[in-house]
C-alpha cells in the first residue's frame, strides 16, 4: 500500500510543469530542457529484448517522420542500461531494417522513472510501464497515458492526441470524441447568462448550433 501511495503521490499532473532531468541516453547525455521550444513526448517502455516494446520502438522508428512534422521530439526510456539499449536499437535496425532516430534514456538508478511515476508495484516492480507524456514547448504536461506492459500502443492514436493538443492550443478550442484534423472543433461553452443568449446566435456566425452549450465550427 505504501508503495503504491508513493507512486500516486509523485505522479505528475495535467497543467504542470514536467519534471526536469538529466540521463544518459544513446545519443548521449540529455536532459529535458534542452528541448524547450518544442513539443516532446516522453514514453517509457518495460525491457529491451522484449516482443511488444520491439514492435513499438520499430513502428516509432518508421513513423518518425510524422513526429517530425508535427515539431514533436521522441524521448524513449526504460531501465535497461545504454550498451542495452545499443545493442537492441543496433538488432532492430540490422534485422527489421528500422534505425531508431532518437534517444533511448538508460534510467538504470530509475530516477526518472520515479520523477514521473512510472514504476507501478502492481504491474512490477522491476520495471517501467507503458507510460506516456506530451510535454508542450513551455515545458507543461499537456496529457498523460498509461498502458499494462501487456498493452502495445497505438501510434495512431499518440498522434491524433498530439494533433488535438496543438489544435486546441494554437485555435483556443476543444476537440470532440473521435476527432480527426479537419473535422469540426468544439467552441468554449458560455460561462455567462449573457454569453448564452450570444450562443443562440451562433448560426448567424457561421457555426454550427447543436445546443447553447455545444457548438461546433471548421478550422
Not at 514492435?55 to 518508421?62: G, K, L, V, Y
Not at 476543444?174 to 443562440?200: F, M, R, S, Y
Amino acid at each position: 500500500m505504501q508503495a503504491q501511495e508513493a507512486v500516486t503521490a509523485s505522479l505528475p499532473r495535467i497543467g504542470q510543469p514536467a519534471p526536469d532531468f538529466e540521463a544518459k541516453s544513446t545519443f548521449g547525455p540529455i536532459g529535458l530542457s534542452q528541448y524547450r521550444g518544442k513539443w516532446v513526448m516522453l514514453f517509457s517502455h518495460p525491457a529491451d529484448f522484449t516482443p511488444v516494446c520491439t514492435t513499438e520502438i520499430t513502428e516509432f522508428a518508421r513513423r518518425y517522420n510524422e513526429f517530425e512534422q508535427r515539431g514533436v521530439q521522441l524521448l524513449g526510456l526504460s531501465v535497461d542500461s545504454v550498451p542495452a539499449h545499443l545493442a537492441w536499437t543496433r538488432d532492430i535496425a540490422q534485422r527489421l531494417g528500422r534505425p531508431v532516430p532518437f534517444p533511448i534514456i538508460a534510467d538504470l538508478d530509475m530516477k526518472v522513472s520515479q520523477l514521473y511515476g512510472m514504476i507501478h508495484p502492481g504491474e512490477s516492480e522491476t520495471a517501467t510501464v507503458r507510460a506516456v507524456f506530451f510535454i508542450d514547448p513551455e515545458g507543461i504536461i499537456r496529457a498523460l497515458l498509461y498502458y499494462p506492459l501487456s498493452l502495445g500502443r497505438s501510434v495512431d492514436e499518440l498522434l491524433r492526441v498530439i494533433d488535438g493538443l496543438q489544435t486546441a492550443a494554437k485555435h483556443q478550442v476543444a476537440t470532440p470524441v473521435d476527432w480527426t484534423p479537419g473535422q469540426p472543433v468544439v467552441v468554449p461553452a458560455p460561462a455567462t447568462a449573457g454569453e448564452i443568449l450570444e450562443a443562440e446566435e451562433a448560426k448567424a456566425r457561421g457555426l454550427q448550433y447543436e445546443t447553447w452549450y455545444l457548438r461546433r465550427r471548421t478550422l
